[in-house]
């Protein structure tokens, strides 16, 4: 790392933003759970936005809350009572004072289908709560922990909820290594063997659509590094042939090692990974989110490299890899 390592910019690895057909689309981020207090009047919802659909009820200032991660804007909590939500983070802090509510167990977060029809997902880890929603066989959540036999899962449309155990396919043990997430970024300022990418047109034709959004925002092109595209292709088929699904491999570590190993100088570098079926999906994704978006629109970064792999699970893994020198 140069000395400019003091302006680090990091937003890394817990952050994830989902893809499928239909999109995940918020940053969602999970983490150890953190215990708090609301600090005004804040509105108890199931969904990250500020419609009346959304709302549940309004807490009081000094609400003990525990914090089990975060969409966008807004915590994911869990009461007292033990009824969970998420709340806008401007009305919350953290205080560490400990909230006497059942134990949350926090996973690595996974995918699990639902098993039937009309499955419910519920405000609290019991039938004793309200109905949050339902859902069909075949539907998918995301799933970021545990209250009893209960999962805390986010659905497609990003509803926030609890599901029973039993009523989803999924293997908890299995977790840490089904984290089928399908978007993610990552950034941070200063700091193999490549292969030929899936399809040159497609490269190309990622490369032309970025470049347009740059144009449109004012900034220089991106200019396509061949050393640093390499790096990106390796990457995306690492984490096809591996089955994981993030920034650090296990084969070549974080991708700031791996620009480094493979002879990449930079002054600032970053990296946005994606899981999609189509193309223009996985973009517009992208810029729909203000993390993701930030490396593709940050005037620190001159030149990029795009990795490109197929992919059963996503249809196709992509990898950008920006720096600037």
């Known amino acids: 790392m140069k000395n400019t390592k003091n302006i680090i910019i990091v937003i890394i690895a817990i952050m994830f933003v989902i893809l499928f057909s239909t999109i995940f689309a ?4 999970h983490f150890s759970p953190e215990y708090g207090v609301t600090t005004a009047n804040v509105n108890l919802r199931n969904k990250p936005n500020t419609d009346y659909s959304s709302f549940i009820r309004t807490l009081d200032p000094n609400t003990k809350i525990k914090l089990v991660g975060s969409i966008d804007n807004f915590y994911i909590v869990q009461l ?4 969970v939500g998420i709340i806008s983070k401007e009305y919350a802090k953290v205080t560490g004072e400990n909230v006497n509510a059942l134990t949350y167990t926090d996973y690595s977060p996974f995918h699990a289908t639902v098993k039937g029809d009309n499955t ?3 405000g609290g880890p019991s039938t004793s709560f309200r109905v949050y929603g339902k859902l069909n066989a075949g539907d998918q959540v995301y799933v970021i922990g545990a209250i009893d036999n209960f999962l805390l899962v986010i659905t497609q449309d990003n509803l926030v909820g609890m599901i029973r155990e039993d009523l989803l396919e999924c293997n908890l043990e299995d977790s840490n290594n089904n984290s089928n997430i399908a978007q993610e970024n990552t950034n941070e300022q200063e700091n193999t063997t490549p292969s030929t990418p899936d399809s ?3 490269i190309e034709y990622i490369l032309s659509k970025l470049n347009e959004i740059r144009k449109e925002n004012g900034l220089p092109l991106f200019t396509l590094d061949s050393l640093l595209t390499a790096t990106a292709q390796t990457k995306a ?3 096809v042939a591996n089955n994981y699904f993030s920034h650090t491999s296990p084969t070549y570590g974080n991708p700031f090692e791996m620009m480094q190993n493979a002879g990449v100088t930079y002054k600032a570098a970053g990296e946005n990974i994606a899981g999609n079926n189509n193309i223009d999906d996985a973009i517009n994704s992208f810029m729909k989110s203000s993390e993701h978006s930030q490396n593709i629109l940050s005037n620190s970064f001159n030149y990029i490299g795009i990795g490109l792999e197929k992919s059963e699970t996503y249809g196709y893994v992509i990898v950008l890899m920006f720096i600037g020198k």
């Open 200 to 202: 040159n047109a497609n």
């Open 237 to 239: 088929q690492d984490m």
């Open 80 to 83: 007292e009572n033990n009824e």
């Open 26 to 29: 918020a940053t969602i981020t």
């Open 120 to 122: 419910i997902v519920r």
